[in-house]
């Protein structure tokens, strides 16, 4: 049975959150199909966890994330998001539930007893996931998220968490804004950039991305949201990082 705060969240449909009015554009397909490249980025090592970060707010980084999350646990049974943005946490709002505690709760408690509690946890079920999706927001606000963040503590739990979940995607901060995507990003097996057409400036983007490859960040693709879906035929596209 789950407690109050693991209680199981049921949905008579979960959907993918689009951008656009166009009921007839495939949305499942194209992250299904950014869902495979992330798999198959790699041929060293399989690819069980990922962060999402951006240039700038407003890029669809947190709509980005969450539709991954959905996708990915049509498809594996045991599925973790977690919104690692501790400064502007949107994940909460995205799926109105409740953000009393979360990430920075369950890191403070992991500190104490090395255990990772699951009170912290809310599982969503669906008709269409293969098991069920578990959401981590970010918890209560702290006034140092970027040492939270770099701390032995989170490497050590993201590690923890790996071991339990089939996959994860994390949502982090644009990088532009505060550096706590880096940290993060090097606790997981890649790194997504999301840009969007409408509002990433081209220069803007490509200092990002220097930032994070001086850092050392694995970014192993982009994806490119807000574009027209009538003339470039996707709303979402994906790139290899060469």
Known sequence: ??????????????????????????????Y?????????????????????????????????????????????????????????P???????????????N?????AKTNRIDQEYFKKITDKSFAGYLSVLTSGNKVPNPNEILSSN??????????????????????ISNVSDAVPVSHAVDGTLFICSCQDTNRKDAINALSMLKQSNVNVIGSVLTKADTYHNGYGYGYGYKH
Do not use: W
């Not at 980084?61 to 539709?67: H, V, Y």
């Not at 989170?154 to 339990?164: D, G, Q, V, Y």
């Open 1 to 30: 049975m789950f407690s109050k705060k693991q209680k199981k969240s049921r949905r008579k449909s979960f959907n993918l959150l689009t951008q656009t009015n166009d009921s007839q554009f495939d949305y499942g397909e194209v």
């Open 32 to 88: 299904r199909h950014i869902r495979t490249n992330i798999e198959f980025s790699t041929v060293d090592k399989d690819i069980s966890s990922i962060a999402l970060t951006s240039t700038q707010p407003f890029e669809s980084k947190t709509t980005t994330a969450l539709n991954l999350a959905i996708i990915f646990a049509a498809k594996y049974e045991k599925v973790l998001i977690i919104d690692c943005d501790l400064r502007k």
């Open 90 to 104: 949107r994940l909460h709002q995205y799926l109105n539930i409740s953000n009393q505690t979360g990430l920075t």
């Open 106 to 110: 369950a890191l403070r408690d992991y």
């Open 153 to 174: 503590t989170f490497k050590n739990f993201i590690a923890e968490l790996k071991k339990t979940y089939n996959f994860i995607i994390i949502d982090c901060p644009p």
